[in-house]
């Protein structure tokens, strides 16, 4: 897999999987923080921070997500870049419909950006990244911690008034999303690209016990903290959203679509309804992505047609106990 190495692109320098054939994730290296604290190098503004993401990648649309639930749109910027990634890695291209140029820096590749940050940097170049305009350096390039920092510090500048993390859920909020992360958010990823049996076996276990177990929470409850949206809810959206379209078939997790459980598809299906939410989600840029640059799951980059969801079809959960967001409006 491909990195860089001392500020020097590699397309040679990282294995994915372990002696074991299980998939092991990199740690994200740029770790610091927005705090709303006037003795914080980060502090919240509005036109500061800039966001680099990927309409397919399902970290990057937890931010996305954040930044459109809060309304931030006009406080922090972003751009897209191409769902096709080769070996240059994530790549600018305007002239494709969904992506943008870098309209900081023009840069041709996202890598540049990380040298730009760090020039001796060693890392993968992963998305979403949290840019600062004013020091003109990477603040963040971590998913969960970037969906919190717009949660919780830019309050000031929000023209929505949805909280994420409300007091009183906390505890359980950060609990959830932690329960949820390696058999479902990252295990679609030890499935999909596991390279023994026993490896697979495993993923693919761990992977459909736990969606079970959720469907089964959500019997009696709207959101998977009970009665209100919460990050836990946006962590398991970027993943059910991606499942029945590339996951089930992309990376074998078949034994069953999210559209057939009883509860996980309308679950689904009204978070997506959520006003907000559907803007976030560009399923074509998805399919590319997943079916095209992997090419040791699937060679031939050919993409599957289908199968065809509505999203917008009934869900009935608003007759649960708890309600979509205060300053949420629905679509007329």
């Not at 502090?43 to 990648?57: K, S, T």
């Not at 009696?220 to 009970?226: F, H, I, P, S, V």
Request: with cysteine; aromatic share 12%.
């Amino acid at each position: 897999m491909n990195m860089l190495v001392d500020g020097e692109w590699r397309t040679d320098a990282f294995e994915s999987t372990n002696d074991d054939g299980e998939f092991e994730r990199q740690t994200t290296p740029f770790r610091n923080r927005i705090r709303d604290d006037p003795d914080a190098r980060f502090q919240p503004e509005a036109g500061r921070y800039h966001l680099y993401v990927c309409y397919a990648c399902p970290w990057a649309h937890r931010t996305l997500l954040a930044r459109s639930l809060k309304g931030l749109e006009d406080v922090i910027s972003v751009d897209y870049v191409d769902p096709f990634r080769d070996e240059g890695g994530w790549q600018f291209t305007p002239e494709k419909a969904g992506c943008t140029e870098d309209s900081l820096y023009g840069s041709d590749y996202l890598r540049e950006l990380y040298v730009e940050a760090d020039p001796d940097a060693t890392c993968r170049v992963t998305v979403p990244v949290l840019w600062d305009k004013h020091e003109e350096t990477i603040v963040n390039n971590e998913s969960a911690e970037i969906l919190r920092m717009l949660d919780t510090e830019f309050e000031e500048f929000a023209t929505s008034d949805v909280d994420l993390y409300p007091e009183g859920y906390q505890e359980t909020v950060d609990q959830i999303i932690e329960d949820i992360y390696e058999p479902i958010n990252n295990g679609v990823y030890r499935a999909g690209f596991a390279k023994s049996q026993d490896a697979y076996d495993e993923a693919v276990t761990e992977l459909f016990e736990a969606l079970d177990h959720w469907n089964e929470t959500l019997a009696d409850q709207r959101y998977l903290a009970g009665d209100r949206l919460t990050e836990a809810d946006i962590c398991m959206f970027t993943t059910l959203v991606r499942f029945d379209q590339v996951y089930h078939t992309h990376f074998m997790c078949n034994k069953q679509f999210i559209h057939q459980y009883d509860n996980l598809g309308p679950y689904l299906r009204d978070l997506y309804q959520t006003p907000g939410v559907a803007k976030t989600v560009e399923m074509s840029h998805i399919k590319e992505h997943y079916y095209t640059t992997h090419p040791d799951v699937t060679p031939t980059r050919i993409i599957a047609a289908g199968p065809d969801l509505d999203f917008e079809a009934p869900h009935d959960r608003d007759e649960l106990p708890g309600d979509r967001p205060a300053g949420l409006v629905s679509p007329q």
